[in-house]
């Protein structure tokens, strides 16, 4: 169901009285990981399976994002929360295609998909569809985590490490654990409206959450969002006619609508069942590139838009049952399933190549879909052991995981790929139909203590088994010496491993410009192989990481925490063939591209292990709480992280060609700020609070392609561009209107901070103002709202 634009600010307010969500007087606001220190208190269940370590006591870097600090940064998507809250979450910042609706974060510089998603601690599944944005994220099919309604989170736990050894694949540079909320008790409610400065764009969320006692032994918690989001248009006069009416360049049009449930319940005192779910359906659109008049005269005399659909259904379910004292052991025995489906479509097209040869042709058509599942099944046990010469017990945990994989393209109607296909959008053939799948077991075993009453050691190994990726064998080390209670030293050693994901082993897809074609075949593929393609191997990395936690005044914490992964068989989107090479590749899966595409700015691309890169880095938090004497507080919250990526060796295609230019090493290397810092205070005195939270953006470097001019369309010939760093400033004021209900007005983006702008020869018909590639600062502009919260 679509929203109307009509939908007035006002209008949506009024409805929000009746749906807010209750928060204390300090949790109105506050956006930073650091924003109460009791968060850094709290048992944490991410990166250890000790059950009794807190993220202040912890031997590696975690992060304890609560539900109040994303519902005060005004964001009503969980990335764009995220990515506001710790300086080493980056997000892709505008997506073309199908790729503007992949919402997922990357920690320390690394992409998507290096980074674990747990909910609950259990394997997300990834989404079906691949990131097509030429950029560092481009080839990725990572876990989608805006289709986790934000009303269903308790805190979000964020493992700045990596963790192979302890999770398996996938947790290369860290991980995200989203722990839903649970027990019988509250009702919630919230509502959020807003629009961009601009005044498009204008998003509604309205949220419940609401818990259920089932007797003395059990609960169960319902959460439901709906979110929708109008289009934006941030394009530049199309040079072709000199009008500004090509508004491809923006965020599409969304509306989104997810569903969770938590419940558990006790069985006998020694055991509980249990089980979670979500499920998501987004239907949302994106214009493509204006074709001009003198394309279809007969059918669009004015010229014609194509407009880009997505539906896409996505769940995930989780059943176990859990309870302790079983000869000794707490135990917990789980089965997982998750899918998501995403059905692609056209409107306002036409296949112009069937026109010619039939004198008809479709204007709206299916392109196909995308379909992936994944059922994993865990087994998970602990228990302490005394022994005599330890300073503490010996946590021992061990366990075992079965997950069968599975992933699918379906092809679209005949004519969105015949004679060329249609504009926008080529889709997909019987050819192209794919049905994989594989199986992966794994064992692991975690040992922790403290060896003296100072120092804590944690020795994780884990064994895995891909039946199409091979065997692997990770391990990780981490300690830590507390010097005294204000100062202490924590470090760690791991490997990692990420095998190829389905989708990237099998993905296809051909997106069509009004003059120019990119087309990613699957590397197993007739046109791949003959481009050079070896068949994908699985991702390995070495981590390595130092730091120190401070407590020199009461209420004053402070950690610093040093890095390296090294990560070698780097999964990118390899080599770039253009031209007649491109189009006799395409010949050989039977595919022709629309006459309008010229032979030059045709291009092929497959997904390769590509290249050997080192990441370094450095992560910084520091928070401190001012208290008056009237009862009111500040707390005083900074962040930061800078990162540098190194190639350490590019690798070659099987006929002698490198697999990455000029182009896709920046995308590696420079496409990330080189630096990000969040700082400021929320201030509380119970009834007003005010947050001021500035965020400083570090330049950005990316190789630009041109497509005007003696070197349009070239693969060697790029224009050097830097995105200077930008300020952003945050700010929202809160009041308590009854003990109930609070109200909030904020703005993100205060002072309509944008990105350099690019130049005119390198945006595609002066469509595009920015740099799309980068991973810095949006696009949109600022965004003001208005938030009501209501708890019962």
């Known amino acids: 169901m679509l929203f109307k634009r009509s939908c007035s600010l006002a209008a949506s307010s009024m409805l929000a009285v009746l749906s807010p969500q209750t928060v204390s007087a300090q949790q109105i606001v506050g956006p930073a990981t650091s924003a109460d220190p009791a968060a850094s208190e709290e048992v944490i269940v991410t990166g250890t399976r000790d059950p009794n370590v807190t993220a202040r006591k912890s031997a590696s870097p975690i992060a304890v994002v609560t539900a109040a600090e994303l519902r005060a940064t005004g964001q009503s998507d969980l990335r764009d929360a995220l990515q506001q809250l710790a ?127 089932l007797g003395p032994d059990g609960h169960a918690r319902f959460s439901a969002e709906i979110v929708h989001r109008d289009r934006t248009d941030r394009s530049g006069p199309d040079t072709r006619t000199g009008l500004n009416n090509n508004p491809a360049i923006g965020s599409p049009l969304t509306t989104r609508v997810t569903l969770s449930v938590d419940a558990a319940y006790k069985l006998t005192p020694g055991a509980e069942a249990y089980t979670f779910g979500t499920y998501a359906f987004r239907d949302a659109s994106r214009l493509a590139y204006r074709r001009l008049p003198s394309v279809l005269p007969t059918i669009y005399p004015n010229g014609f838009q194509p407009i880009e659909t997505i539906s896409e259904n996505e769940f995930a379910v989780t059943a176990g049952l859990r309870g302790k004292n079983l000869a000794g052991w707490n135990w917990d025995v789980s089965s997982t399933y998750g899918g998501d489906l995403v059905d692609l479509g056209l409107r306002r097209t036409a296949n112009t190549g069937l026109f010619a040869a039939t004198g008809a042709t479709p204007t709206s058509v299916d392109i196909g879909s995308y379909r992936n599942g994944q059922w994993t099944n865990t087994l998970d046990l602990r228990r302490p052991v005394a022994i005599s010469f330890l300073a503490s017990q010996l946590n021992v945990a061990l366990g075992g995981e079965y997950r069968r994989e599975t992933y699918g393209i379906d092809a679209g109607e005949p004519g969105s790929y015949l004679f060329g296909g249609t504009e926008g959008y080529q889709g997909f053939s019987p050819d192209n139909r794919t049905r994989a799948h594989r199986d992966v077991a794994a064992g692991y075993v975690d040992l922790s203590a403290r060896l003296v009453p100072a120092w804590l050691v944690d020795l994780a190994g884990r064994y895995e088994s891909y039946s199409d990726a091979g065997n692997t064998l990770t391990g990780k080390i981490s300690t830590r010496y507390d010097v005294s209670d204000a100062f202490a030293l924590r470090g760690t050693v791991s490997n990692g491993f990420r095998a190829p994901t389905l989708a990237q082993s099998n993905f296809t897809s051909i997106v069509v410009s ?16 003959a481009l050079g393609a070896s068949p994908l191997r699985p991702e390995r990395s070495t981590n390595f990481s130092a730091g120190v936690v401070v407590s020199p005044l ?120 080189a630096s990000k810092l969040i700082f400021g205070g929320l201030f509380s005195d119970g009834k007003w609070s005010v947050a001021l939270h500035e965020l400083r953006y570090g330049q950005t470097r990316t190789q630009l392609t041109y497509y005007s001019g003696p070197d349009a369309f070239s693969n060697t ?15 929202e004021v809160g009041y308590r209107l009854t003990p109930n209900l609070q109200a909030a007005l904020g703005a993100n983006n205060l002072f309509n901070a944008f990105p350099s702008r690019i130049p005119l020869e390198n945006s595609y018909v002066g469509a595009a103002r920015y740099d799309t590639s980068s991973q810095q600062l949006g696009q949109d502009g600022g965004f003001y709202y208005l938030r009501l919260n209501l708890g019962i």
């Open 554 to 673: 009461a209420g004053l914490d402070i950690t610093i925490d040093a890095y390296q992964t090294s990560v070698r068989n780097r999964i990118i989107a390899g080599g770039v063939y253009n031209g007649q090479q491109a189009l006799d590749a395409l010949a050989l899966q039977g595919v022709t591209l629309p006459s309008t595409v010229a032979p030059e700015s045709a291009s092929v691309q497959y997904y390769a292990n590509g290249v050997d890169t080192r990441t370094r880095g450095l992560d910084i938090t520091v928070r401190y709480r001012t208290a008056f004497a009237s009862g009111a507080s500040v707390l005083w919250d900074a962040s930061a992280n800078v990162n540098r990526t190194k190639l350490t060796r590019i690798d070659r295609d099987q006929n002698g060609n490198p697999l990455l230019n000029a182009q896709g090493i920046g995308y590696l290397t420079k496409a990330y700020p």
């Open 87 to 213: 300086p080493s979450i980056s997000r892709q910042v505008m997506g073309l295609d199908q790729s503007s609706l992949i919402n997922a974060v990357s920690l320390r510089g690394l992409t998507a998909d290096q980074t674990l998603v747990l909910v609950n601690g259990k394997r997300r599944h990834p989404t079906s569809a691949v990131n097509l944005n030429p950029g560092p994220q481009q080839g990725t099919a990572p876990v989608d985590i805006d289709l986790i309604p934000v009303a269903a989170i308790e805190r979000v736990e964020i493992l700045q490490d990596g963790a192979a050894a302890l999770y398996g694949s996938d947790a290369i540079a860290g991980v995200i654990n989203i722990i839903l909320k649970s027990g019988g008790d509250g009702l919630d409610f919230q509502s959020l409206n807003g629009a961009t400065y601009k005044g498009d764009g204008f998003t509604t969320n309205q949220s419940i959450s609401k818990g259920f006692n």
């Open 514 to 529: 009004p003059s120019y074609a990119n087309a990613i075949v699957a590397v197993a593929s007739p046109a791949a192989r």
């Open 717 to 731: 010939t790029f224009r050097d561009f830097t995105n200077k760093a930008k300020w952003v400033t945050n700010l």
